[in-house]
């Protein structure tokens, strides 16, 4: 069974441009988080999408924004990027969105911001 | 709030010695409690969680966890750890009935030595 898997593994982008990541979860799971792994701040939540619908948000800027596609892979747009934006992009899927239930990582993307 | 704790940055141990790995939490509602490990240039794997039931968790690759409710405690352990060990590992809890997104601690990284 194929795992949680993310594109592309590496972006580089200049300041004030939009970026694009990509995810497509288990198959079978309905949601999809994202997380932020920056330097030095450790593994921060960003978003959480259930059945297309955006369920919660982390304590990020509304230039942080994403969606969920009818197959329940996912999209998550930085636009305006910063240079702190620079980090390790991870996203994972769970079956239902559950509490219980155990969240599968991606490989991640890792995004520089120059 | 939630917020996870965890002390040691870094943990060199030799091959073959015991770990313990510490994880402190702190939260006004019960959570429920994950270890995850990450690889080199990988993202997170699943080493075990704490939902319900006895304090005492094993899981994947021989290491075992134990909840103290009284010391807002999760501390990871192994008896005898091996090269392939070697990776950063994070504690991570969620509110039962909140939200669906895992607090993180900053990481732990072991390193072990032959």
């Known amino acids: 069974e194929a795992g949680v898997t993310q594109s592309p593994t590496h972006l580089i982008k200049t300041r004030g441009q939009q970026a694009t990541l990509r995810c497509s979860p288990i198959?079978?799971?309905?949601?999809v988080y994202w997380y932020q792994q920056a330097l030095g701040l450790g593994l921060q939540f960003l978003l959480w999408y259930d059945e297309g619908e955006e369920r919660n948000r982390g304590n990020f800027p509304p230039r942080f924004s994403g969606r969920q596609f009818p197959n329940y892979s996912s999209e998550l747009n930085v636009n305006a990027l910063e240079l702190e934006d620079s980090a390790l992009y991870l996203c994972?899927?769970?079956?239902?969105?559950?509490?219980?239930?155990?969240?599968?990582f991606g490989p991640g993307t890792r995004l520089l911001v120059l | 709030a939630q917020s996870v704790t965890q002390l040691d940055s870094q943990v060199p141990v030799f091959e073959e010695a015991p770990v313990e790995l510490r994880c402190n939490y702190s939260?006004?509602?019960?959570?429920?409690l994950f270890w995850y490990v990450q690889y080199p240039n990988q993202g997170l794997q699943l080493l075990l969680k704490y939902l319900s039931g006895s304090t005492l968790v094993k899981g994947i690759n021989g290491f075992e966890a134990e909840f103290n409710k009284s010391q807002t405690s999760f501390h990871l352990r192994k008896p005898s750890v091996h090269i392939s060990d070697t990776a950063e590992y994070f504690c991570a809890v969620t509110p039962l009935g909140g939200a669906n997104n895992l607090f993180f601690g900053t990481g732990t990284r072991l390193t072990v030595i032959p």
């Open positions: 994972a899927s769970s079956q239902q969105g559950q509490v219980r239930e155990t969240q599968y």
């Open positions: 198959s079978g799971h309905t949601s």
């Open positions: 939260s006004s509602v019960s959570v429920y």
